[in-house]
């Protein structure tokens, strides 16, 4: 596998299925680890930061995990497809943007991905459709432990793992689930959600992570802390609590919404729609919001002949970087307008029932 | 209503304690109830926040001035402007500054008590027990949920006297 076969396909943690999937986009969790034997990285020196990454590669290389696994050098790659990896959740932007000696270490199917020098000398994540947090943890374990089998990873017996920064001491551990919560934006409740987000320690935060705005009526919920509880006491929290309440309180706010306002949310479904099928420059910003309220049409049965696949594959397609990649040269903004609405008239035309 | 610890602040925690049977009132301010491990800091803040809340007296400013790092030479002032630490080593080199950091952007928590490399038993079950209990406690009282409060409590304190 290499970076130009991802285009074509878009990832399994995106496709559709998985507990919850009519709010829960998907599932995530992240392990911050660091070797024993090397300084930080502010404080690594280019040399060091080299051996880092031969290092954790050759760990990484030795557990092998699955045949199609794929390591792309950061380093040394074009903007295009770093910008590609961000589009796929696969990099964090830092990663993207930072310095010096740095990979990612793909699995064949995107669900699992180690990155080598990003704030940390390593961050593991395994992404899951919908809401998955006992089987992604479970993979994730599993991954560190073998890992730890080849590296020594800093760990103190008061604080844990050690990180970078101290808000990742502990379990290293940072779960992110990813809510599409329409209804709850259109009817003013979002403010709720995050009032007793944050009364319960998370973190909600826009598609992209750390310093991202909700776009769309996507969320990202995340814990904050990283320290004191087990790795499964984070979760269960996730699990049991957070995660079913707010989907429980979206699923009810659509049900209201059909009830009492069916015209008003047909009109937003069918002009998102409409848009889509028509528009012959659009942004990639307008587009997640209109996929946004498609999707909820979609979900709710407004919109029958498209597939929910259609529209996770649309996230992804219409992103700058992928389509780029599709034509296989730099457009400029512009050009990137009108391709990303040429994609799309000709993704929802294929979609559409045939006349016989 | 006067915090009865500090004497100074008001007091807004308020706690009934069944102790025996018996009914104790404590009237406590924000930062003494904080202290006493009774509440915790209601909005873990960021690091940043933390570093820059860190207010310091002239004095320690120039004992933490002096600390560093001999295996990467980072300061803890560097570390305060740029809220990275350099190596593993800072968390023993910078221990009590850095551990009153860490129990501010950690909600109150200062003991990890997840995975181990290995697994390795490295914090004894009871340990473990107690710390579970008194966080629990911290989260009963600011759910104001006193009747648990006061029951983990006790039971806190009888490990205690175990």
Redesign the interface.
Known sequence: MTLDDLINSCGEWLAVGGQFSDVVISSRIRLARNLKKYPFLSKASTKQQTEIEHKLFDAITSCNFGKNAFYVDINKSDSLDRQLLVERHLISKQHAEGQGSRGVMISGNETLALMINEEDHLRIQVLRRGMNLDDAWSEINQVDTILESAVDFAYHKQFGYLTACPTNVGTGLRVSVMLHLPALRFTNEIEKVFRAAKDMKLAVRGLYGEGTDAIGDFFQVSNQTTLGQTEEEILSSFKAVVIPSIVKYEQEARQVLIKEKPAAVDDKVWRALGMLENARAISSEEVLFLLSHLRMGVVLERVKHIDLSVINELFIATQSAHLQKRYGKKLDGEERSIARADYIRDRLGRAKPSDN | MRCQNCKKQTATVHLTDLLKGEKHERHLCEECAVKEKITAK???P??NDVLNSFLMSQSVVKELGKLKCP????SFVEFRS???????ND??VFDQA?SS??ER???????????????SA?IDPIQRER?KLQ?ELREAVKAENYELAAELRDRLEEMHSE
């Open positions: 209601t909005h873990p960021s690091i295996d990467c030479g980072m740029q809220g990275l630490l350099g190596c593993p968390y023993d850095l950091v860490i952007a950690q909600d109150g928590e200062t003991q990890h008590i997840g995975k181990s490399p290995g697994e490295d710390l966080r």
